[in-house]
């Protein structure tokens, strides 16, 4: 996601098991309600580790990236 996340939206993410940043993948319009039963291949835009995930939810809050 290359736009900047907005503070109280949801967003279904993964953890880089390399360098623990987290990855937006895309908005969660559940509001964080749904199941997830999913594993996404991704490959970390800030160290290039590709991996195996399976997604969460997660609502971006004041003061984090």
């Known amino acids: 996601m ?3 996340p ?4 949801w967003y279904v993410v993964v953890t880089c098991q390399n ?3 987290t990855i937006r ?3 969660d319009l559940t ?3 749904s199941s997830l ?3 996404y291949l ?3 835009p800030h160290c290039k580790h590709q991996g195996e995930y399976e997604g969460r ?3 971006q809050l004041p003061g984090n990236n």
């Open 25 to 27: 993948l895309f908005r």
């Open 6 to 9: 907005e503070v109280g939206s």
């Open 42 to 44: 991704v490959t970390c």
């Open 37 to 39: 039963d999913a594993r």
């Open 2 to 4: 290359p736009h900047s």
């Open 19 to 21: 360098c623990n940043f």
């Open 31 to 33: 509001g964080g309600k």
């Open 57 to 59: 939810h997660y609502q």
